[in-house]
């Protein structure tokens, strides 16, 4: 059974920085293909990352980032934005590339980001 847990999200100031870590269990980091989505209120859930890959709107700001010791992925951003402003969700797919959420079979229950101002 894959489990996910999303942690790190908060209130932050547009400019600052944040760093959400998610956990999977057992060897999910390598076993499955990882990746960031967000949701915005009445918005849809979107893709942010999955290595190598970034959502144009994110890249330049947004690192992800996986430590297979762990079991874990990171998702580093900086110059937040209140655009940013979302439940952040890790989730597990299959290891083929994919940026699409339907393609991703396992979730976390996801950490809030707001950004102010």
């Known amino acids: 059974q894959v489990q996910l847990v999303e942690s790190g999200g908060g209130l932050v100031q547009a400019g600052g920085s944040l760093r959400l870590s998610c956990a999977a269990s057992?060897?999910?980091?390598?076993?499955?293909?990882l990746g960031w989505f967000r949701q915005a209120p009445g918005k849809e859930r979107e893709f942010v990352a999955r290595?190598?890959y970034y959502a144009d709107s994110v890249k330049g700001r947004f690192i992800m980032t996986r430590d297979n010791a762990q079991n874990t992925v990171y998702l580093q951003m900086a110059s937040l934005e209140p655009e940013d402003t979302a439940v952040y969700y890790c989730?597990?797919?299959?290891?083929?590339?994919?940026?699409?959420?339907?393609?991703?079979?396992?979730w976390g229950q996801g950490t809030q980001v707001t950004v102010s101002s």
């Open positions: 290595i190598p």
């Open positions: 057992d060897r999910t980091v390598r076993s499955y293909m």
């Open positions: 989730a597990a797919g299959p290891v083929a590339p994919s940026t699409r959420v339907g393609d991703y079979k396992y």
